[in-house]
C-alpha cells in the first residue's frame, strides 16, 4: 500500500511565524468562455511540505542542481516516535539513537505536533530539533541523507537563533537533507518499504516543495 507523506498545498497552508500568503488563481476558465482551464500559483519556495537544501544556510552550499535522481529514492527507512511539548527542542534525551538502525537513510519523526495544524501554535509554538543532533545522527547513520518531521520547521519560532545554527549543523556541516511539515499521522506500527521524495524542480533552488510517497509493508 502507498500513501502520501505531503500536504496539498492549499491557501489555508500554516506559514512559518504566520508570515506571507499562498495564492492559488485562476487565469482563465471553461466557465468564461475560455477553451481551457490554467491557474496560477504563488507561494514561498519553504511553504507546505518542502525540502531544504544546504543552499538555504549557505551560500556556497548544494542546491537542487546537485543531486542525482538517485538521492530521492531512500530503502531504509526508520520512523522515530517522540511525545514532545509547545517549543521544545529535540535531542538524544529525546531520541534513542541506538535504536536507529545503522544504515538507515531516511529518520521521520512522528511527533503528533501536526494535530494543531490548524492553530496558531502550529508555527508560533512549534517544537525544534537542536544542533547537536545532526553530528550524533551522522555518526550513528553514515548512509543517513535525510529527517523529515510533523511539525513546521526544524526551527523552533520561539528559538529562532538555535534553530539558525540547527539547521547549519544538519544541511551544512553534517550533509542532511531537511523535510519540513510532512503529513506523518498514517503512520504507525506498519514498516516503510521504501520512500520516494521528489522535489519540484527548479533550476539552482535552495529548496521547495516536495511531494513524498511510502510504500508500507504488507507484512
Known amino acids: 500500500m502507498f500513501i ?7 491557501e489555508e497552508t500554516p506559514l512559518y511565524g504566520g508570515n506571507g500568503a ?9 466557465a468564461e468562455g475560455a477553451s481551457s482551464n490554467t491557474r496560477h500559483y504563488s ?3 519553504h511553504a507546505g511540505t518542502h525540502i531544504d537544501f544546504p543552499l538555504h544556510f549557505s551560500d556556497v552550499g548544494k542546491s537542487l542542481n546537485n543531486y542525482q535522481p538517485s538521492d530521492w529514492l531512500f530503502s531504509n527507512v526508520h520512523v522515530v516516535f517522540v511525545t514532545v511539548k509547545e517549543n521544545q527542542i529535540i535531542d538524544e534525551q529525546q531520541i534513542s539513537l541506538e535504536d536507529i538502525p545503522e544504515n538507515t537513510e531516511l529518520i521521520l519523526l512522528v511527533t503528533g505536533f501536526s494535530k494543531y495544524r490548524k492553530e496558531k501554535r502550529y ?3 512549534n517544537p525544534g530539533l537542536a544542533p547537536s543532533l545532526a553530528l550524533l545522527l551522522r555518526k550513528r547513520c553514515r ?10 520547521s526544524l526551527s523552533s519560532f520561539q528559538n529562532r537563533s538555535l534553530g539558525r545554527i540547527a539547521h547549519r549543523e544538519f544541511l551544512v556541516n553534517n550533509d542532511i537533507l531537511v523535510i519540513e511539515d510532512m503529513k506523518l499521522d498514517d503512520l504507525g506500527v506498519q514498516p516503510i518499504t521504501r520512500c520516494i521524495a521528489q522535489p519540484l524542480m527548479v533550476e539552482n533552488a ?7 510517497i511510502a510504500e ?4
Open 43 to 45: 507561494f514561498s519556495n
Open 216 to 219: 508500507l509493508s504488507n507484512d
Open 22 to 30: 499562498i495564492t492559488l488563481g485562476n487565469v482563465n476558465t471553461i
Open 123 to 125: 508555527w508560533n509554538n
Open 143 to 152: 548512509n543517513l541523507r535525510a529527517i523529515g518531521f510533523d511539525f513546521i
Open 206 to 212: 535552495d529548496g521547495g516543495p516536495i511531494s513524498v
Open 4 to 10: 502520501y507523506l505531503s500536504y496539498f498545498l492549499s
